[in-house]
């Protein structure tokens, strides 16, 4: 399989990037690491007529303590995250999922912006990016803006970003220490999760988030709320379903899907110490 | 594009459509026919090849994103006759059936000692989630990274 022709810009700095796409609009896709793009233009699902190479912007790929957050360049690959001693000590929850994407391959070139911008609801990050509260810094035209949560993903496969903009930077909270858990279900080890969860709980009260449970990525939020009221894990998991609309495929109808929303959520619950 | 990529230390230079995968760059135009190509869908990791070091799939990469880089193919490994101490693992541990998933296995099985040099059995399997062998013929392929990391003990 071999993607549909398109011309090739390479950036090497956030300021070329942003140039290419100011001067190609829509007609151009900003490459990463290329584990999400590229596989959809091989299968022609996404034919970019000019792919802007970022993977070589190597100021943005970092991971600093920022004080009250860890901040993480947008270009900073997966295998970065998983080692890195301050996403371990800080967010626990952010490296452990990370370790769990894709394969070691996939992860030697996956970014966790790209990830991000993929704005995949059967990825993993997405849903990591909502229960721990980040921040992604968005660089356009007209400067820096910060989007938080679920704004971030305004459809299927689709960020809120505008066609000139790119994330530049990730903001992570650092936990605070009251219980995270990650779960994945699949079928087979490296394959997407038919259904996850992402669990952390802070003094603020439990944020839980789901994978592969309705077009984008999603906060459960009847499950937080059933929290917040004072139900114990199992009974507040029971939510786990409610006013998510998952797919049906060859992997898992609706209904199982929903089944495996409640399991995964009460079994996250539990493990993050929330009973 | 013009594009320079070293590989196995010898540099090779193409003009090539920016839609060319690594992994037909490196079996159609330089002629290194010990890479596989399996799914094409980066899932089987047959195409496995280190890219400055590391374990990629080379069917989910650009020959141009490998523009300026190092690659390692499995026809690099070796020290002439000398085998490298996975291939001799994988030969002494009978770690291979039909042979196919092979070149991908050795290449992600050195990558992953690369990154950890004694690892559990758990580990060797979670680390090569990423390969596929349709003879199913794990058991020894783990034997024989389990080997290699213990220096063939």
Redesign the interface.
Known sequence: ????????V?ATSAAEALAALAEHGDEAKL?AG??SL??M??LRLAAPAV?V?I?RITDLSYIRDGGDHVAIGALTRH?DIEISDLVRQHVPLLAAATGQV?????R??GTLGGALAHADTAADHPSVFLATGATVVVSGPNGQREITGPDLFSGFLESSLEPTEMITEIRVPKYTGAGWNFQKFNRR??DWAIVGVSVQASSNGTQVALVNMHPTPVRATAVEEALASGADAATAAAQAAEGMEPSSDLNASVEYRQHLARVLTRRALQAAGIN | MEIAVEINGVSHSADVEPRTLLVHFIRDVVGLTGTNIGCDTSSCGACTIHLNGEAVKSCTVLAVQADGQQLTTIEGLADGEQLHPMQQAFMECHALQCGYCTPGMVMASVSLLDENPNPTEAEVREGLEGNLCRCTGYHNIVKAVLSAAGGGK
């Not at chain 1, 399989?1 to 090739?8: K, R, T």
């Not at chain 1, 894709?102 to 996939?106: A, C």
């Open positions: 399989m071999i993607p549909v022709a398109f011309d090739y390479r490459m290329g584990h590229l596989p233009m091989k792919v190479d993977g295998r894709g394969d070691p391959q996939v030697h070139r080890a490296q």
